[in-house]
């Protein structure tokens, strides 16, 4: 990595409210003239690489490792962030009659034969099954262009501060670059809703696609900060007004305890769930030491025997279930696209701390979906739920495996004293749960997947901290870096380097070099 170029105060401000910053990499021209051209090769005569993308052209890291691109992902992600193994290209085909014309919200217009960028407004799901969405950038997405691209060509467009939204709504403060420049790098919120835009130049336009995840909850800055205050920025793109919300993320971002100062108006605990999005951010954010935690409890138990731990399943025309969720996009349950919690959850995530008991005692409720929430929330408090491990660890143990994703998932967010959940980390591991075999989705991912990527990043967090390395390096090697799965695969051998002793560096080393890939060759053209 080159040192790092960190984001100002300014800067991670225009990130809360817009949800993106924009950044031109420090890296000469001619390595995005090479992407782009290599790019080109690799869809005209090679197969769709698809994850395998950047050991194809390797030359994408010298984007990723430039000091203004890991110096941005650091200002957000922290400084251990790690580059998810998922990436997506997207190729936006021209437009078959460039004489057509749309407006920048149009949602879901007419794209080229063979594009494969989804025109209509979405926010991306999570790879290889769901995770929950988080309003905090515990995931940020890496937007590449490594040609010019004018309007003309189809940038992405995204509608600026949507991150925080439950589900995309009418588009309002749509962005539409004019112009981006060759090598232009957008640094997202993962939650951020966007969509494809119609090509009407004679060329495809591509745009690759990065994943990158927080590995630690914040304990101080990770940008050159030189202010404590939150205030609104002078480029807010939204025109709508969220104090209490974005001065929570920039607390939480600096690690503070406390987060947000006081709310200047009462929490309207109605709102919660609204469809009207700001309404609803009002309730969340809105709540504070005088709020009765007993009331956001009730909310959450009252969405008990509803069965919203299960899918809602797609039919065909001949009513056959299909493996993907049904259309309705705004129902609190769980999916396996991303998963939105009931607000009350978000709420109690907020108050921090002082919810610990009451979230811990949720969790032994005999309904999924409560679990699943105070679960959530109690790893979105991050260490300060420590205490709460133990019984988080005893869901892992749940015949349902959404459950035990969502507890790996929030014990990773706590990411310390995780020495009582490692032996059902190694069970899990070890597989074998027969109700988990099914394919969830079309591309064949199961539940047991999802459940072994998630373990290896609670793992990966782990480290972090310097404890119970031995039993984690073991489990690691044992079960990691052996796994089908190459998502579990990799994640495994970064959680090996960064353990860094002899054996976990050398364990790494063989993974890494039993799959060395020669980028050099070009198919039959130059096999060997």
């Given at each position: 990595?080159?040192?790092?170029?960190?984001l100002?105060?300014?800067?991670?401000?225009?990130?809360?409210?817009?949800?993106?910053?924009?950044?031109?990499?420090?890296?000469?021209?001619?390595?995005?003239?090479?992407v782009?051209?290599?790019?080109?090769?690799?869809?005209?005569?090679?197969?769709?690489?698809?994850?395998?993308?950047?050991?194809?052209?390797p030359?994408?890291?010298?984007?990723?490792?430039?000091?203004?691109?890991?110096g941005?992902?650091?200002?957000?992600?922290?400084?251990?962030?790690?580059?998810?193994p998922?990436r997506?290209?997207?190729?936006?085909?021209?437009?078959?009659?460039?004489?057509?014309?749309?407006?920048?919200?149009?949602n879901?217009?007419?794209?080229g034969k063979?594009?494969n960028?989804?025109?209509?407004?979405?926010?991306?799901?999570?790879?290889?099954?769901?995770r929950?969405?988080?309003?905090?950038?515990?995931y940020?997405i890496?937007?590449?262009?490594?040609h010019?691209?004018?309007?003309?060509?189809g940038p992405?467009?995204m509608?600026a501060?949507?991150?925080?939204?439950a589900?995309?709504?009418e588009?309002?403060?749509?962005?539409?670059?004019?112009?981006?420049?060759?090598?232009?790098?957008?640094l997202?919120?993962?939650?951020?809703?966007?969509a494809?835009?119609?090509?009407?130049?004679?060329a495809?336009?591509f745009?690759?696609?990065f994943v990158?995840?927080?590995?630690r909850?914040?304990?101080t800055?990770?940008?050159?900060?030189?202010?404590?205050v939150?205030?609104?920025?002078?480029?807010?793109?939204?025109?709508?007004?969220?104090?209490?919300?974005?001065?929570?993320?920039?607390?939480?971002l600096?690690?503070?305890?406390?987060h947000?100062?006081?709310?200047?108006?009462?929490?309207?605990?109605a709102?919660?769930?609204?469809?009207?999005?700001?309404?609803?951010?009002?309730?969340?954010?809105?709540?504070?030491?005088?709020?009765?935690?007993?009331?956001?409890a009730?909310?959450?138990?009252?969405?008990?025997?509803?069965?919203?731990?299960?899918?809602?399943?797609?039919?065909?025309?001949?009513?056959?279930?299909?493996?993907?969720?049904a259309?309705?996009?705004?129902?609190?349950?769980?999916?396996?696209?991303?998963?939105?919690?009931?607000?009350?959850?978000?709420?109690?995530?907020?108050?921090?701390?002082?919810?610990?008991?009451?979230?811990?005692?949720?969790?032994?409720?005999?309904?999924?979906?409560?679990?699943?929430n105070?679960v959530?929330?109690?790893?979105?408090?991050?260490?300060?739920?420590?205490?709460?491990?133990?019984?988080i660890?005893?869901?892992?143990?749940s015949?349902?495996?959404?459950?035990?994703?969502?507890?790996?998932?929030?014990?990773?967010a706590?990411?310390?004293?995780l020495?009582?959940?490692?032996?059902?980390?190694r069970?899990?591991m070890?597989?074998?749960?027969?109700t988990?075999?099914?394919?969830?989705?079309?591309?064949?991912?199961?539940?047991?997947?999802?459940?072994?990527?998630?373990?290896?990043?609670?793992?990966?967090?782990?480290?972090?901290?310097?404890e119970n390395?031995?039993?984690?390096?073991?489990?690691?090697?044992?079960?990691?870096i052996t796994?089908?799965?190459?998502y579990?695969?990799?994640?495994?051998?970064?959680?090996?380097?960064?353990?860094g002793?002899?054996?976990?560096?050398?364990?790494?080393?063989?993974?890494?070099?039993?799959?060395?890939?020669?980028?050099?060759?070009?198919?039959t053209?130059?096999?060997?």
């Amino acid at each position: 990595m080159n040192a790092p170029r960190l984001l100002t105060d300014t800067q991670v401000r225009e990130f809360i409210v817009n949800g993106f910053i924009t950044l031109q990499p420090d890296v000469a021209p001619e390595v995005h003239a090479e992407v782009h051209k290599m790019l080109e090769f690799s869809f005209e005569h090679e197969s769709w690489l698809g994850n395998n993308i950047v050991s194809r052209i390797p030359r994408m890291h010298d984007v990723l490792r430039s000091s203004v691109v890991h110096g941005a992902v650091t200002s957000i992600a922290g400084p251990d962030y790690y580059l998810h193994p998922h990436r997506a290209i997207h190729r936006n085909m021209p437009l078959e009659d460039n004489t057509l014309t749309f407006a920048a919200d149009v949602n879901a217009p007419q794209m080229g034969k063979g594009s494969n960028s989804g025109s209509g407004w979405h926010q991306d799901a999570q790879s290889p099954l769901s995770r929950a969405r988080h309003h905090v950038p515990r995931y940020v997405i890496g937007f590449y262009f490594p040609h010019d691209t004018p309007r003309a060509m189809g940038p992405t467009r995204m509608q600026a501060g949507s991150y925080l939204y439950a589900h995309p709504v009418e588009p309002r403060a749509v962005v539409l670059p004019e112009h981006i420049e060759a090598g232009t790098f957008m640094l997202v919120h993962f939650d951020m809703s966007h969509a494809g835009f119609p090509n009407l130049a004679d060329a495809a336009r591509f745009m690759v696609k990065f994943v990158f995840t927080r590995t630690r909850h914040p304990q101080t800055p990770a940008w050159d900060s030189h202010s404590n205050v939150w205030q609104r920025p002078e480029s807010t793109i939204p025109d709508f007004d969220l104090p209490e919300t974005w001065g929570y993320l920039w607390h939480w971002l600096r690690g503070d305890q406390g987060h947000a100062s006081s709310p200047s108006q009462p929490s309207h605990l109605a709102d919660l769930n609204s469809k009207d999005q700001i309404a609803r951010l009002h309730a969340i954010y809105g709540v504070g030491d005088s709020t009765p935690l007993t009331e956001l409890a009730d909310l959450l138990t009252a969405t008990a025997g509803h069965d919203k731990h299960n899918r809602a399943l797609a039919a065909d025309k001949d009513g056959n279930v299909l493996p993907r969720d049904a259309a309705d996009s705004t129902a609190r349950r769980w999916n396996e696209r991303a998963v939105v919690m009931e607000d009350a959850t978000y709420a109690l995530a907020v108050v921090g701390p002082r919810a610990v008991p009451l979230l811990t005692t949720l969790l032994s409720q005999s309904d999924p979906w409560v679990q699943i929430n105070a679960v959530f929330a109690l790893g979105e408090i991050g260490p300060a739920a420590r205490d709460s491990v133990a019984d988080i660890s005893c869901l892992l143990t749940s015949p349902l495996q959404q459950v035990v994703r969502q507890a790996l998932d929030a014990l990773g967010a706590i990411g310390c004293g995780l020495g009582s959940a490692l032996p059902a980390i190694r069970d899990l591991m070890d597989g074998g749960n027969p109700t988990w075999q099914t394919a969830q989705v079309g591309r064949g991912w199961t539940g047991e997947d999802q459940v072994q990527v998630n373990a290896m990043f609670t793992l990966l967090n782990a480290v972090n901290t310097g404890e119970n390395l031995a039993e984690i390096e073991s489990i690691l090697t044992d079960f990691g870096i052996t796994s089908s799965n190459g998502y579990v695969s990799a994640v495994a051998a970064e959680a090996l380097v960064r353990i860094g002793s002899v054996t976990s560096q050398s364990a790494a080393i063989q993974y890494l070099s039993d799959r060395r890939w020669d980028e050099s060759l070009r198919t039959t053209q130059k096999p060997f």
